[in-house]
């Protein structure tokens, strides 16, 4: 948050927002440094003036009901649009400044992601980036609540409260080290990878490679051994580098290491396999800033192949 934006926004807001993010009056009372009594005094106002309830009270904290959630919503957007304003009042007076919020599934954030970033940087060098990464299912969740400016996710079905900026190609691939037996082959199929030893997702993690797997072998009635298995990507793809087997990934995960032929990233002519999309994502109805603008032309750019040379220390366009 913009260290100012706090003061463009209602004290009652503010309250309400935290003790929805942590839970509990006594948690917010805590992040905010003032009284339990206080904070309760600011929802009770709230709740007055809507002539609703807009928490369920429980034993061990406090959930948003229905209104609540509505109400969250357009705080959360009235707070974003606040840091908006500020930062380009301050990019008008010549500090070009901003702030960037990536909130992202582990697949993008090990190689795409802080690459196109670094990049980024080099040519507008007073933007800041967080980069928070969580599983897919609570990309959209975090983009929708407000708590993230840009959402990198894969995308089966639409989300509401969430616009997709663009969508592109996320084909799951057979990752292999450059002397495994495939590494030459332009296609492979499921039924050929499946006689080797695979290194693959933990079923029981939120990752669309394996579910996608699975869905093939189940429907090919195909027959597989996993020799290793983790919940992190970098684990996996880094022991069929090291020629422990093939595993699965998506081609902007890799793509530094493929151009440095450290390993082999070769399309499945499956179906199954190639209906994975990336999206990236921002909240439905909100004015971005424009640093986050600005980087979303840049990540479209970079996911596609089509950057072009920008002059480094560049200043964003307030």
């Given amino acids: 948050m913009h260290k100012k934006t706090a ?8 309250y309400f927002l ?20 206080a904070i309760s005094r600011q929802i009770a106002h709230l709740e007055k003036t809507l002539d609703t309830l807009l928490f369920e009270r429980r034993a061990r904290g406090m959930t948003l009901n229905a209104a609540g959630e509505l109400l969250a919503a357009h705080a959360q957007r009235q707070l974003q649009d606040a840091d908006r304003v500020l930062t380009e009042i301050e990019g008008l007076r010549g500090l070009h400044q901003g702030r960037v919020h990536i909130v992202s599934t582990a697949g993008f954030a090990s190689d795409f992601l802080p690459n196109t970033i670094a990049a980024f940087r080099k040519r507008y060098t007073g933007i800041e980036f967080q980069l928070t990464v969580c599983k897919q299912s609570d990309v959209s969740k975090r983009i929708r609540e407000g708590n993230g400016d840009i959402g990198i996710n894969l995308g089966f079905s639409p989300e509401s409260g969430v ?31 499946v006689t080797y030893p695979l290194a693959l997702p933990e079923r029981n993690i939120d990752s669309t490679l394996r579910q996608l797997f699975d869905i093939c072998c189940s429907r090919q009635s195909l027959q597989y051994q996993s020799v290793f298995s983790s919940n992190d990507l970098n684990a996996l793809i880094g022991f069929a580098a090291a020629g422990g087997g093939i595993s699965l990934c998506g081609e902007l995960a890799i793509r530094e290491r493929t151009a440095a032929h450290q390993l082999c990233a070769i399309p499945l002519r499956d179906r199954e396999m190639n209906e994975r999309f990336m999206e990236v994502q921002t909240m439905a109805g909100r004015m971005l800033p424009t640093a986050c603008q600005e980087f979303l032309q840049y990540l479209k750019a970079s996911a596609t192949g089509s950057l072009t040379t920008i002059p480094e220390n560049t200043t964003l366009p307030y």
């Fill in 7 to 14: 003061e463009l926004q209602e004290t009652s807001l503010r």
């Fill in 18 to 37: 935290e003790v929805a993010r942590s839970g509990s009056l006594t948690a917010a009372a805590e992040t905010l440094s003032v009284a339990p009594s």
């Fill in 163 to 193: 616009r997709v900026q663009f969508r592109h190609p996320s084909s799951v691939l057979a990752i292999t080290a450059p002397t495994h037996p495939l590494a030459q082959r332009r296609q492979l199929s499921v039924a050929e990878i």
